[in-house]
């Protein structure tokens, strides 16, 4: 077995403590907590999106968004809405004061942004958002399926 500071889960889990001191003063200024802030992000970039849509972008399991929608929509930072076509499926997008509140906190945290650039290195931050990205795509051997590792040989041959 590794050792402990060389396990790939708690390294990236120390990893994202690490960044999200940066951003954390500022959400708590702002009155939200990081996974409020990962659904009204999310939702500035979608415009609109199905429950389970959001649950799965933003990463967080359904029965905690559905209490977070509704302190976020008792703030009036969210909108819920059924389509006429399927009541069955709940739409959220953001309110227009959600919008102002994420067009006052996206400004400090691209300052946020700025200075972990300078403090890591642009290249560096590069490197490791492909390298992120790249390690997203690994999904474990399913039985039945080709290994993944036969087809990683094959397309390098």
Known sequence: MR???QSLPMALLAARESIMAFFRPH????GL????WRVIRVLREHDE?????????????????????TR?????LIKRRKR???????????????VARFD??????????????????KRRLASLFSLLHSARALQPDQPGQPSQRRKNREQTR
């Not at 959400?27 to 702002?30: A, I, S, T, V």
């Not at 976020?72 to 009036?76: A, F, S, V």
């Not at 006052?104 to 290195?121: K, L, N, P, T």
């Open 33 to 36: 907590t990081e996974q409020q």
């Open 27 to 30: 959400l708590n200024e702002l």
């Open 49 to 69: 999106l199905e429950f389970h849509e959001l649950a799965s972008i933003a990463k967080l399991l359904p029965p905690s968004l559905s209490g977070m929608l």
């Open 104 to 121: 006052v906190a996206s400004r400090q945290m691209e300052r946020i942004y700025r200075d972990i650039e300078q403090r890591f290195g």
């Open 84 to 98: 006429r076509s399927d009541q069955r499926r709940l739409h959220i997008a953001l309110s227009p004061e959600g």
């Open 3 to 5: 050792r402990f500071d």
């Open 72 to 76: 976020l929509e008792r703030l009036r």
